[in-house]
C-alpha cells in the first residue's frame, strides 16, 4: 500500500506499550485508525467537510496524542489561520503526522513549532471525549486482531 502521511517514510519507531496489540509502527496506527476515523470523532467545527475520502480531517490532536500515548515522544502544533494548531507527533528524530492528507498539496512547516499538551487540547470536554471514543474503538478493533 503507497502511503501519503507526511513523514511515513520515517516511521522507524516501535510501539513502547503492549496495550493496543498488532499495534507496532505509525503505519500500523494508520492502517487501525483508517477504518476507525469518523465524522463522530472529527473536531465539530469541520464535521459538515468530512467525508470517508478525506478521513483524516479535524482528526489531528486526538490522534497525535493516541499516537503520543503508543509510542511516546511529544506532540507538536503548527499554527493554522483562526489561532488553532494542527497536531503531529515527534519521537526522536522521526517525525510524522498521521492526519496530514488532509491538506492536500499544501505544504506545511513541521519544524521550529510550539509543543502541546494534552491538558490544553483536552480541556475541551468535547476534545477529550472524541479522544476517549477513538482510544476505546481502537482498543476494540485491536481485540479482533487476536
Not at 41 to 55: H, L, S
Not at 60 to 68: E, N, P, R, V
Not at 102 to 129: D, I, M, S, T, W
Request: proline share 3%; glycine share 8%.
Amino acid at each position: 500500500m503507497e502511503y501519503k502521511f507526511w513523514g511515513h517514510e520515517q516511521t522507524d519507531v516501535f510501539a513502547v506499550t503492549e496495550e493496543y496489540k498488532g499495534i507496532r509502527t505509525p503505519v500500523d496506527l494508520y492502517d487501525a485508525l483508517s477504518e476507525i476515523w469518523c465524522a463522530d470523532t472529527c473536531a465539530p467545527r469541520m464535521r459538515q467537510n468530512w467525508t470517508p475520502e478525506n478521513k483524516t480531517l479535524g482528526q489531528c490532536s486526538i490522534t497525535a496524542f493516541l499516537a503520543q500515548d503508543i509510542f511516546g515522544g511529544k506532540v507538536y502544533g503548527i499554527l493554522r489561520p483562526g489561532g488553532n494548531y494542527h497536531c503531529y507527533n515527534v519521537i526522536g528524530e522521526s517525525r510524522f503526522d498521521l492526519t496530514s492528507e488532509q491538506f492536500g498539496e499544501e505544504v506545511l512547516v513541521y519544524e521550529g513549532n510550539p509543543e502541546q499538551f494534552r491538558e490544553v487540547h483536552f480541556a475541551k470536554e468535547e476534545k477529550k471525549r472524541r479522544y476517549e471514543y477513538l482510544k476505546k474503538a481502537l482498543k476494540k478493533s485491536c481485540l479482533m486482531l487476536r
